[in-house]
């Protein structure tokens, strides 16, 4: 009998003993270690982003002045002394909120003609509100139990996806439903809203597709296997179209590549993000992507970096904003404008296990993509951890939804 098999036992008890040790310090680092405290600096206005040096090819990154990911030049103007009046406007202190709907919506939307789109959780029914409140009926129509909302472009139609996994698409204007494949998943709207992209996911791996296909399930077309990398497959279409859906590939634990995906097998190029936890949304022209990811350079936080991605220029001026927050918390309000949602902290982690930031107050900030500016707009009186921001082209108000409660808030923007 060798030695291992006489001390068998001790071996796998010793094992066993440091694999708990080594559970319990990670258990303690993700969620007993004090809460790490997001600082924001303050320096001079005048920075830039359009003009500011391009990251090379995939693999090649450029750094720039300040350190990796620093804004350079990049200015954050502080808001008001946030004592204890409470504004009407958004002015940069304690700002007025405004309670819109009593119970839970799903997925609210702005419409064409700047009023809000969104689906009652209470009763099933479908509305649009304007600013005044005034809330009008969508459609007659009861959806129960709706899950998730994908809307149109022309915000006439939407995909309404059920718990039992069944999906449909419903149009508002000539009140027709129809059924869509239930193993299709993640949809996306072409921007004129005449096709939509989405995720075939067959039980055999070498029948999950990502595809092309009319609104009602039509005309489908496979345009790239997608096998056992399901989840780093992300349908996103772009406005100006080129582009209708990214995947990611890790290159190492901080990094990671994302591939841009045509309609047409285009050999776009590739750009390297700096960090995992992708999450990303278009500007309205479809030239940047905004996105965030986490990495241990900040404390597994996320942040949020704008990049090129224009088909000629994916991947140039990628630079970091500064902001620990999720690109899901943000909106564009135009090309140059987006308005965002800030924990006031964040525990160490989150990024990597966002339920810890479940409870954290958030705070509403402006940046001008133009000048590299961001601006503290409001606190909003009262504890809301925002769930979605919605604002309107006209930016006159400014509307997100709490996640705690589900409600629908306005604040005025001028």
């Not at 992507?289 to 990495?295: G, H, I, N, T």
Request: aromatic share 12%; with cysteine; charged share 15%.
């Amino acid at each position: 009998m060798n030695f291992f098999a006489r001390y068998k036992k001790l071996w796998f008890a010793l094992i066993f003993i440091a694999v708990v040790f080594g559970l319990g310090y990670l258990l303690w680092l993700f969620f007993f270690q004090s809460t790490v405290i997001v600082p924001v600096t303050t320096t001079t206005p005048g920075g830039t982003i359009n003009g500011l040096p391009a990251i090379g090819a995939a693999g090649t990154a450029t750094t720039t002045t300040g350190g990796p990911g620093t804004l350079p030049n990049g200015s954050v103007i502080p808001g008001a002394p946030t004592g204890g009046q409470v504004d009407t406007k958004a002015t940069g202190g304690l700002t007025k909120i405004q309670t819109l709907t009593d119970g839970p919506i799903l997925n609210p939307t702005t419409s064409n003609n700047g009023q809000v789109q969104y689906y009652n959780q209470d009763d099933g029914r479908f509305y649009r509100i304007d600013a005044s409140g005034k809330v009008t009926s969508l459609s007659d129509k009861i959806f129960h139990q709706v899950q998730n909302v994908t809307w149109a472009p022309d915000k006439n139609q939407a995909i309404l996806e059920y718990p039992d996994g069944s999906k449909i698409l419903y149009n508002f204007s000539t009140k027709v439903q129809v059924t869509l494949p239930a193993h299709w998943k993640d949809f996306s709207f072409a921007p004129s809203s005449g096709q939509i992209v989405s995720k075939s996911i067959g039980l055999d791996p070498e029948n999950r597709w990502l595809v092309v296909a009319s609104p009602d399930g039509s005309n489908a077309k496979a345009l790239e296997a997608i096998g056992t990398e399901d989840k780093t497959v992300y349908p996103s279409w772009s406005p100006n179209s080129q582009i209708v859906a990214m995947y990611t590939q890790g290159v190492d634990f901080n990094r990671q590549e994302v591939f841009f995906v045509g309609l047409n097998g285009e050999n776009f190029k590739s750009t390297i993000v700096e960090g995992r936890g992708f999450q990303s949304q278009w500007s309205t022209s479809g030239n940047q992507l905004l996105y965030s990811v986490y990495s241990t350079s900040d404390n597994l936080n996320p942040r949020l970096w704008i990049v090129d991605a224009n088909s000629n220029t994916i991947g140039q001026n990628r630079q970091s904003l500064d902001l620990a927050t999720w690109s899901s918390k943000c909106t564009f309000a135009s090309d140059t404008q987006v308005y965002c949602a800030v924990p006031e902290n964040l525990p160490q982690g989150a990024g990597m296990f966002p339920e810890l930031a479940d409870q954290t107050k958030d705070d509403l900030y402006q940046i001008d993509l133009t000048t590299g500016s961001k601006k503290l707009i409001a606190v909003p009186n009262g504890v809301y951890n925002i769930s979605q921001v919605i604002v309107p082209s006209a930016q006159n108000y400014l509307y997100f939804t709490d996640k705690s409660t589900g409600q629908l808030y306005k604040i005025q923007l001028k």
